[in-house]
C-alpha cells in the first residue's frame, strides 16, 4: 500500500464530475487501499478518489470512534436511492479544505446502493455520521465540496486561507 498526495481547494480537479467505475479489478481495489490508508495517516473519517486526483467514484469511509475497531468501508459507484425528509447538522470538515469547520445541514438518513470491495452490489441504510459522511462523499464525486453550501464571502475567505496556509508550508 502506498500513502496518496490529497488536492486541497482551489485545485479545479475538486469540481470534476467523476465517472463510474466500470469494473471492480485488482486496479481498483489496490486504489481503494492505498486511499484507506491515505485517509487512516491524514487523519480523516471519509476520502473520495478526485481528492487524490482519481476522476473515479469511489470512496472510502471509516466512522468507528477512537478507540473502537477500525472499520473500514468501501463504495464504488454510489447512489443514494432515498433520503429521510428529517435532517441532522453536523460541524463538517475536509481533508481538501485543512483546518476549516462549517455546519452543514443534510438528511438524517439515506439509503445508498452501490459495488462494494468484492465487485457485489450492496444496499445500505445508513444514519447518523454515516450518513453525513456519505453525502459529504458523494458530494466529491459530483463536483461540490461541503464550502460550496456556505455564503460566496465565507467560502472565498477559507479558500484564501487554505492557499495562504499550503504555500507557507513545506512538504517534505
Ligand atoms: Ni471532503
Given at each position: 500500500m502506498a500513502q496518496l498526495d490529497i488536492i486541497n481547494v482551489?485545485?479545479?480537479?475538486?469540481?470534476t464530475k467523476s465517472t463510474p467505475v466500470d469494473k471492480v479489478d485488482a486496479d481498483v481495489r489496490r486504489l481503494l487501499d492505498d486511499m484507506l490508508e491515505t485517509m487512516y495517516a491524514a487523519p480523516g473519517i471519509g476520502l473520495a478518489a478526485i481528492q487524490v486526483?482519481?476522476?473515479?467514484r469511489m470512496i472510502v469511509m471509516d466512522t468507528a470512534a477512537e478507540g473502537e475497531d477500525k472499520r473500514p468501508q468501501f463504495f464504488i459507484?454510489?447512489?443514494?436511492?432515498w433520503e429521510s425528509d428529517e435532517v441532522n447538522t453536523y460541524s463538517e470538515g475536509c481533508l481538501s479544505v485543512p483546518e476549516h469547520y462549517a455546519d452543514v445541514e443534510r438528511p438524517a438518513s439515506v439509503r445508498v446502493k452501490y459495488l462494494d470491495y468484492d465487485g457485489n452490489m450492496q444496499e445500505d441504510l445508513m444514519e447518523g455520521l454515516n450518513a453525513t459522511c456519505i453525502q459529504h462523499e458523494i458530494d466529491h464525486l459530483n463536483g461540490?465540496?461541503?464550502?460550496?453550501?456556505?455564503s460566496r464571502l465565507k467560502r472565498n475567505m477559507i479558500i484564501k486561507k487554505v492557499q495562504k496556509a499550503t504555500k507557507d508550508s513545506v512538504v517534505l
Amino acid at each position: 500500500m502506498a500513502q496518496l498526495d490529497i488536492i486541497n481547494v482551489p485545485d479545479p480537479l475538486l469540481k470534476t464530475k467523476s465517472t463510474p467505475v466500470d469494473k471492480v479489478d485488482a486496479d481498483v481495489r489496490r486504489l481503494l487501499d492505498d486511499m484507506l490508508e491515505t485517509m487512516y495517516a491524514a487523519p480523516g473519517i471519509g476520502l473520495a478518489a478526485i481528492q487524490v486526483a482519481v476522476a473515479k467514484r469511489m470512496i472510502v469511509m471509516d466512522t468507528a470512534a477512537e478507540g473502537e475497531d477500525k472499520r473500514p468501508q468501501f463504495f464504488i459507484n454510489p447512489e443514494v436511492v432515498w433520503e429521510s425528509d428529517e435532517v441532522n447538522t453536523y460541524s463538517e470538515g475536509c481533508l481538501s479544505v485543512p483546518e476549516h469547520y462549517a455546519d452543514v445541514e443534510r438528511p438524517a438518513s439515506v439509503r445508498v446502493k452501490y459495488l462494494d470491495y468484492d465487485g457485489n452490489m450492496q444496499e445500505d441504510l445508513m444514519e447518523g455520521l454515516n450518513a453525513t459522511c456519505i453525502q459529504h462523499e458523494i458530494d466529491h464525486l459530483n463536483g461540490v465540496v461541503f464550502i460550496d453550501y456556505l455564503s460566496r464571502l465565507k467560502r472565498n475567505m477559507i479558500i484564501k486561507k487554505v492557499q495562504k496556509a499550503t504555500k507557507d508550508s513545506v512538504v517534505l
